[in-house]
């Protein structure tokens, strides 16, 4: 399903947007980029696709946020979920 609505002000369309329990995804369509990132930024979703959607990049995370997410897969952030951080240190020499 998809659900598009036109409008003016873009406080209320984030308003709108994060006023779900879910945040899996958002999509933009515009023709003015820079606004499209300042928004992208503002909306409580895990990934937003800006004049596309659905597109997968294997080195970028599939997350969610608030009830659409239990921690990120794929990419570096997927990895890094299985990986516990260690810090050697050694002197080398006199």
Same mark, same amino acid.
């Given at each position: !399903? @998809?659900?598009?609505?036109?409008?003016? /002000?873009? /406080? %209320?369309? $984030?308003?709108?947007?994060?006023?779900?329990? *879910?945040?899996?995804?958002?999509? #933009?369509?515009?023709?003015? +980029?820079?606004?499209?990132?300042?928004?992208?930024?503002? +909306?409580?979703? &895990? !990934?937003?696709? #800006?004049?596309?959607?659905? !597109?997968?990049?294997?080195?970028?995370?599939?997350? &969610?946020?608030?009830?659409?997410?239990?921690?990120?897969?794929?990419? %570096?952030? &997927?990895?890094?979920? *299985?990986? %516990?951080?260690?810090? $050697? !240190?050694? @002197? @080398?020499? /006199?």
């Amino acid at each position: !399903m @998809l659900v598009a609505t036109p409008f003016d /002000d873009v /406080d %209320e369309v $984030v308003k709108s947007a994060n006023d779900t329990r *879910y945040g899996l995804a958002a999509n #933009i369509w515009t023709r003015e +980029l820079s606004r499209a990132h300042l928004t992208a930024r503002r +909306l409580q979703a &895990g !990934m937003v696709w #800006i004049n596309a959607h659905g !597109m997968k990049d294997t080195s970028a995370p599939f997350c &969610g946020m608030k009830e659409s997410g239990w921690g990120r897969e794929v990419g %570096e952030d &997927g990895v890094l979920h *299985y990986m %516990e951080t260690k810090t $050697v !240190m050694a @002197l @080398l020499g /006199d």
